[in-house]
């Protein structure tokens, strides 16, 4: 079977990492709708985490976009300095874009990680104070 992968020979090893992906996805997991249902509920916890710290804070930290994908957002906060370098350094992984830090939850995520990001900001929002 021929597959492009930037118009070179498929990669023989291509498939049958695909499969296995997919057959963890729907062996290991139970499948999409089960693996979506998990990280909807860490980015709510993280949702109403950030409605906390910033009750808590008195003040808004970030402009938390009306609609977004339910596993995941891109946060633009309002606070001063380099936020999501400061993630970085703290080894929590999400992406810059546009001016925002883009955010997901999956399988491998837990409640921890969610508690550990609301931590890291809560903790660079007390540096910054």
């Excluded at 139970?30 to 509920?41: N, R």
């Excluded at 985490?49 to 957002?73: D, I, K, T």
Aim: hydrophobic share 45%; with cysteine.
């Amino acid at each position: 079977t021929w597959v492009d992968v930037g118009g070179r020979p498929g990669n023989p090893v291509l498939l049958p990492t695909l499969l296995r992906s997919l057959e963890l996805i729907h062996t290991g997991f139970g499948g999409p709708v089960p693996i979506l249902g998990y990280s909807s509920q860490l980015m709510l916890a993280l949702v109403r985490g950030l409605a906390r710290l910033e009750a808590a804070l008195g003040r808004p930290l970030c402009a938390l976009p009306a609609a977004h994908a339910p596993h995941m957002v891109g946060l633009q906060f309002l606070i001063a300095g380099d936020v999501h370098s400061h993630f970085k350094s703290r080894g929590i992984v999400c992406s810059e874009r546009s001016g925002t830090s883009r955010i997901g939850f999956y399988v491998f995520n837990t409640a921890a990680d969610v508690d550990r990001l609301l931590d890291c900001l809560r903790e660079y929002c007390q540096d910054m104070a």
